[in-house]
């Protein structure tokens, strides 16, 4: 169908993670995703959800009357109409940030969005979805995310830092703890005693409300 989308949710709440932690922001929880991360947190995007004309999901978002707007998933880009969706959140005044597994192309995605790119570990058992020609795409408004589930997944992704100076190409490198996966004292204690020019998160919202849908 034309200008529909298949949406899960539509929330406000605080950001609980990247650039923005801290904000309120309107998420936009689009149905649907091609991989299958063995941490996944939104399994329940999985399948399901409501197919949804993109006037119909501006006119929610405009209700909350937000500044900062995330659209997730599920894998948002699994939809091609994700990309109109982002221009038109761009084209209300919105700032814009999307989080994608980085399994598809974000070449077309308008860069007035904030792309939240997680580089997947072996540690997510999705490592060999990763699409590395996105990194040549990054532009010091989108950001990097690692999702750390041990030791071995931290080596890892400090390799990929080094190896496509994902510092000189995104505006932010994160690296998160799977939750619960690994201990986020030693996760931080790590990138101190390396020194790493990355920064590290928790995501707020577990911290604050225990990871129930719609917050
Ligand atoms: C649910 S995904 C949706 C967007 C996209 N599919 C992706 O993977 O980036 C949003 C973010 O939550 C992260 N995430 C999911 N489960 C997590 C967990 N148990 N601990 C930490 N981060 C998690 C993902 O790695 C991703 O960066
Ligand atoms: N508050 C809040 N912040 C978030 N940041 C990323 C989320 C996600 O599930 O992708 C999320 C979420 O579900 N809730
Ligand atoms: S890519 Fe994102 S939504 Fe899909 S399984 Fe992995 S964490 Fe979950
Ligand atoms: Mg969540």
């Known amino acids: 169908m034309q200008d529909t989308l298949r949406i899960t949710e539509v929330f406000y709440s605080l950001q609980g993670e990247t650039r923005t932690a801290g904000l ?3 998420f936009v929880r689009l149905t649907g995703c091609p991989l299958r991360c063995q941490y996944c947190d939104s399994a329940y ?3 399901g959800g409501t197919l949804r004309t993109l006037d119909d999901i501006l006119e929610q978002v405009a209700g909350f009357r937000p500044r900062y707007v995330c659209v997730t998933g599920g894998e948002p880009l699994a939809q091609p109409n994700a990309l109109p969706l982002l221009e038109r959140l761009c084209d209300a005044g919105y700032e814009v ?4 597994s980085g399994a598809l192309d974000i070449s077309r995605v308008d860069t007035r969005v ?3 790119v997680d580089l997947k570990t072996p540690g997510s058992e999705e490592v060999h ?3 590395y020609e996105n990194i040549e795409h990054l532009t010091s408004n989108d950001q990097v995310k690692f999702v750390i ?6 080596d890892w992704a400090v390799s990929k830092l080094i190896q496509y100076n994902l510092e000189g190409r995104a505006g932010e490198v ?3 703890p799977s939750h619960h996966q690994v201990s986020a004292s030693d996760l931080a204690d790590w990138i101190v005693a390396d020194n790493l ?3 590290f998160q928790l995501q707020l919202h577990k911290l604050l409300w225990n990871d129930e849908p719609g917050r």
């Open 24 to 26: 309120p922001t309107v």
């Open 97 to 100: 940030s999307l989080e994608t």
């Open 45 to 47: 995007a999985f399948s």
């Open 149 to 154: 589930c041990s030791r071995e997944d931290y």
């Open 114 to 116: 904030s792309r939240v």
């Open 174 to 176: 994160l690296f998160s």
């Open 129 to 131: 979805r990763n699409r």
């Open 197 to 199: 020019p990355v920064r």
